[in-house]
């Protein structure tokens, strides 16, 4: 693929990797990385996506782009339209997610602090766009502190009631979520509100609660990227319980509405593989790399090509792991979490231990807690990943590969009957949560009840 000259180091590195993973899934994939206006896990890597990060397909890549064009011709005529810097803040960050091209970040930080610069008062539509911006780039303090100024300015505010739920919900304060997600569904109900509290509602282990919200975002969702959104966001649900059909259903609905979503492509392909389709599931998620070549995205097909005995193919797709989250530190994209998870089991043990312990300083989330119990279960420190593992089941969440986790944890802390009943309990929850945990959890159970 020939690049321009022009294209600066981080654009020229993101091109070899997006490079790279369309090699590996053969296909090509280009990229504009023009300088704004005027001018782009382990066993635990099939973990479902939060439903908030369905977004990132809400708008097509061609959309969008025609979106920022415009937004681009006109602030060249209008170059002092504070609302309109903001609003192409938003659509670098909404792009990013799109493409999984970091480097579109820094353009969202510029456009935000003109937006600002023009109008350093009452500007909560930048304040918003900035705090979604530390959100996209793990930064949740950061996006926490930018969402509470846009509702002091704008308390209506539904990006920043929507990600101010996020951030809390990343930094593990899940009862301060619950009170943030219920107060936003007073003052701004409407679908991102509604996903998020049905997700706050999953990890307080009411998945039942989490439906009833959900299907209540169904009732009024009318436009077909609403649709997409909402039905993925059920799909994904579905398959946490291991409810399999019910999730292909609930993804059909998504991609009738909004061919080629990526999302509900994905959930698609995952639920594929956990039920044995290893064909249909593998090609989905080809598809989705090819445009998406993000850590949990290409590991879910590394594992795919692992489970079918293709091991090659398999340690390419964890290679562009490693090179992806070098582009992605490199453009202020905290990482730690990403790199754990993958490192744990696909890579540098010692690595992944150092990774995860960086991420639990940061924010002491259920999914930072199973990372770091799996990380230091790698490293032979059985007895410290235990009280992790424990951790992880707070409050209440109840997930195949966190319970997998910690029964081979015990496994390997003689303690079998606790063992026994986690490993049952992943595998009762959601049988194709990996499709090489699930293989492991299966062979693990089968040597304990064996040694009975």
Avoid: C
Avoid at 422 to 435: M, Q, T, V, Y
Wanted: positive net charge; proline residues 4%; hydrophobic residues 40%.
């Amino acid at each position: 693929m020939a690049l321009r000259p022009s294209l600066p180091p981080t654009a020229r590195t993101a091109a070899v990797v997006f490079a790279l993973a369309a090699g590996l899934t053969a296909a090509s994939i280009v990229i504009d990385a023009s300088d704004g206006p005027g001018g782009s896990g382990g066993q635990d890597a099939a973990r479902a996506v939060h439903p908030a990060a369905a977004r990132y397909e809400q708008l097509s890549g061609d959309g969008l782009a025609r979106q920022i064009d415009a937004m681009q011709t006109h602030l060249r005529g209008e170059p002092k339209d504070a609302e309109s810097w903001a609003g192409l803040g938003s659509a670098y960050v909404e792009q990013a997610r799109t493409s999984g091209d970091p480097t579109r970040y820094p353009q969202a930080d510029k456009a935000f602090a003109r937006s600002l610069t023009l109008e350093p008062r009452d500007n909560d539509v930048a304040l918003a766009g900035r705090a979604s911006l530390a959100a996209a780039r793990h930064d949740f303090r950061g996006a926490l502190r930018d969402a509470d100024k846009a509702l002091k300015v704008n308390s209506y505010s539904q990006g920043a009631l929507a990600v101010r739920v996020d951030a809390l919900v990343e930094l593990g304060r899940y009862k301060d979520a619950y009170t943030a997600a219920k107060k936003a569904d007073s003052l701004r109900p409407g679908i991102p509100v509604f996903t998020r509290l049905a997700y706050v509602h999953e990890l307080r282990g009411d998945p039942t609660g989490a439906r009833r919200v959900l299907l209540r975002a169904q009732d009024s969702a009318t436009s077909p990227s609403d649709i997409a959104y909402v039905s993925t966001a059920l799909g994904q649900l579905a398959w946490n319980q291991g409810e399999y059909d019910t999730a292909r259903r609930a993804y059909g609905t998504a991609l009738r509405a909004v061919p080629g979503y990526l999302p509900a492509l994905e959930g698609q392909g995952r639920t594929s593989v956990a039920d044995g389709r290893q064909k249909a599931g593998i090609r989905d998620l080809e598809a989705v790399v090819r445009r998406y070549p993000l850590p949990a995205e290409l590991a879910a097909l590394g594992e795919a090509y692992e489970a079918r005995g293709d091991r090659s193919k398999a340690r390419g797709q964890y290679s562009v792991v490693d090179t992806w989250i070098a582009l992605a530190r490199a453009n202020g994209v905290a990482t730690d979490l990403d790199s754990a998870l993958v490192a744990a089991d696909h890579g540098d043990v010692k690595e992944a231990l150092k990774a995860a312990r960086a991420e639990w300083d940061r924010r002491r989330t259920v999914h930072t807690a199973d990372a770091l119990a799996w990380a230091l279960h790698r490293n032979g420190k059985d007895e410290e990943a235990l009280e992790y593992a424990k951790d992880a089941a707070e409050p209440g969440y109840r997930n195949a590969a966190f319970l997998y986790h910690r029964g081979v944890i015990e496994k390997s802390l003689g303690d079998d009957g606790s063992a026994r009943r986690h490993l049952k309990a992943a595998l009762g929850l959601n049988p194709g949560f990996s499709p090489t945990g699930a293989r492991a959890a299966k062979a693990a159970l089968k040597e304990l009840e064996a040694a009975r």
